[in-house]
């Protein structure tokens, strides 16, 4: 495609009006003067929390570490609700930022891009959106989430359903009465989990469909004390030192006695904590030796094999959700807010798709491969996402030589630092692949993000640069780097979105980067240190035609 004129209309296009592309426009706009437009397919700001809104919708990060920490005064000012915050906070925290910042102004909704385009001679990115609207830009960046591309398996006869049928990732707006229906759910993931208790209140009865069980560490929801969110306030720089330096992202630090130097007593008691204490903690604050020993990922996995026969009162039920294989620490643990007990209710029953597989949707419900069949009068499909590559390939991005992003990684994606992929100049992406992305609180990850490709870009002002890229060879020894730190871990051998299991068809590769945030954060400074080592910068005069 050429340009019409050598300038672009814009600086900057962001795609995407969540965490990522609020932050950018305030970043670039308000602070660097730059000229931005946000275009976002949804009607309203929010993101995947925009989308998200099932019965039982809510964060797993605590919500005070669960935001912004770039502006100290809107951070002491909010008051959360709750301990993990809910889908309709999270909206009402984002409307809060986008007031404060003079946001919507400059953010296109109802507006999905469906391709953007290189041109090579202008150095700018023409973006097409589905209202037919095009725009160029000197820099295009991506806050498309990696939780976005939603994932509806092809079931054969899902048309000829007679009933009603619902996506977690596409909940309607309007409310959704399921009082006394048959319902049938599909999936055991994050958002079936937190739902699952939520329908199970008020259908007359629930069918839960599971293909491969997980381990759900309890949530402990609640309110927090006023105290404690007193103390937390008087702690800023304290509060987000621990984030920021926790390996994922959140203020937590492993044990210090390490796993095969504590006694079965001492590990008992450590575990029994953060179980009583709930959330990600158990993780994250216990030990972080199973990430690596298949022996020490066995340990613990039989304490919460032991909390499921407590919890779940029909010994066969228990058995089916209990994981048979590599599952602990290398597969998100979704919170458990009434999941299991829920299973000791009359109405509600558990149906191991694993081994018997759905064969078809039918007019009134699903047939498995065996034959049986169950009537239903909802489906609710809790199918999870196309995780992290997933948005970006849905997108027709062609860069030098019209190359499509999508078969440049048709074997997996290849970027530098999760930001750049090489041939695509000026091209962004905030948490992108091989970044540490969902291996990390994601607010945390986005702000280092932003304020990286910001300094980028400031420095390519600075240089009298037209051109920002990444260099063919630095990112070649970030994906070989990529790979061996995730072999170095069990995360590559279990089936799970980190690898693209979850899709049919999908090249298995391991999607995010391990160093941990604060270990990725020190690549990213030490790359800035030494010049910007990795990427390209050519100046204009040098792109200027002959």
Same mark, same amino acid.
């Not at 780097?481 to 995730?486: D, K, S």
């Given at each position: ?123 700018? @990115? ?28 092809? %079931?054969?006869? #899902? ?11 596409? @909940? ?55 105290? #404690? ?10 509060? @987000? ?6 390996? %994922? ?7 210090? &006695? ?24 158990? #993780? ?46 290398? &597969? ?49 499909? =809790? ?16 860069? /030098? ?7 440049? @990684? ?95 068809? &999908?090249?298995? =590769? ?10 990725? /954060? ?12 990795? %990427? ?9 035609? =002959?």
């Amino acid at each position: 495609m050429s340009s019409t004129s050598t300038a672009p209309q814009l600086d900057a296009v962001v795609i995407g009006a969540g965490f990522s592309g609020l932050y950018l426009l305030h970043k670039l706009r308000n602070e660097m003067g730059l000229s931005v437009r946000v275009f976002e397919a949804g009607s309203d700001i929010g993101g995947t929390w925009f989308w998200n809104r099932y019965p039982g919708a809510r964060c797993d990060s605590e919500s005070y570490v669960y935001c912004y920490s770039f502006d100290e005064k809107m951070w002491q000012e909010w008051e959360w609700s709750e301990r993990y915050p809910q889908q309709a906070e999270v909206l009402t925290y984002f409307d809060h930022v986008a007031e404060r910042f003079d946001l919507r102004r400059d953010i296109t909704f109802n507006s999905r891009v469906l391709a953007a385009t290189l041109d090579e001679a202008a150095n700018t @990115w023409t973006v097409r959106t589905d209202t037919g609207e095009e725009i160029t830009a000197r820099y295009l960046i991506t806050g498309v989430g990696c939780l976005s591309a939603w994932n509806t398996p092809p %079931f054969p006869g #899902l048309e000829t359903f007679t009933g009603q049928t619902y996506f977690t990732g596409l @909940w309607p707006h309007e409310p959704v009465d399921l009082t006394g229906k048959r319902v049938g759910l599909i999936g055991t993931g994050a958002s079936g989990v937190q739902t699952m208790p939520r329908i199970a209140e008020v259908a007359a009865d629930l069918t839960v469909f599971q293909r491969t069980p997980n381990y759900i560490i309890p949530a402990r929801h609640g309110k927090v004390p006023p105290e #404690l969110t007193a103390e937390r306030k008087r702690d800023f720089a304290g509060v @987000w030192e621990r984030t920021r330096n926790g390996a %994922f992202g959140l203020p937590f630090q492993p044990e210090p &006695k390490p796993l095969f130097e504590s006694t079965d007593a001492e590990v008992e008691a450590v575990l029994e904590k953060w179980w009583e204490t709930g959330g990600l903690g158990f #993780l994250l604050g216990s030990y972080l030796e199973p990430i690596f020993s298949v022996e020490a990922n066995q340990r613990i996995s039989a304490f919460l094999d032991r909390k499921i026969r407590e919890k779940v009162n029909d010994p066969a039920v228990a058995d089916l959700l209990t994981p048979k294989k590599l599952t602990y620490a290398v &597969k998100r643990p979704p919170l458990d807010s009434g999941f299991y007990e829920a299973f000791n209710e009359p109405h509600v029953h558990l149906v191991d798709v694993g081994s018997n597989p759905i064969a078809a949707v039918t007019p009134d419900g699903l047939r498995l491969t065996d034959g049986t069949e169950y009537a239903v009068d909802v489906l609710v499909f =809790a199918t999870g996402f196309d995780a992290t590559t997933g948005t970006l390939n849905r997108i027709d991005i062609r860069g /030098r030589e019209g190359q499509l992003l999508r078969e440049k @990684w048709a074997g997996g994606p290849r970027t530098y630092l999760g930001l750049m992929s090489a041939g695509y100049p000026n091209l962004f992406m905030i948490t992108g692949p091989q970044s540490p992305g969902v291996l990390s609180n994601m607010p945390v990850s986005i702000e280092q993000h932003v304020e990286f490709v910001s300094a980028i870009i400031g420095t390519a002002a600075e240089r009298g640069a037209e051109i920002v890229e990444a260099a063919p060879e630095a990112e070649d020894a970030w994906v070989v780097h990529n790979e061996e730190a995730a072999n170095a871990t069990l995360f590559p051998l279990a089936d799970t979105t980190y690898t693209g299991a979850n899709i049919a068809g &999908k090249v298995r =590769a391991f999607l995010p980067n391990i160093d941990t945030v604060p270990g990725y /954060r020190a690549r990213c400074e030490e790359v800035a240190a030494n010049g910007y080592e990795g %990427f390209v910068f050519t100046p204009a005069s040098a792109t200027a035609p =002959a």
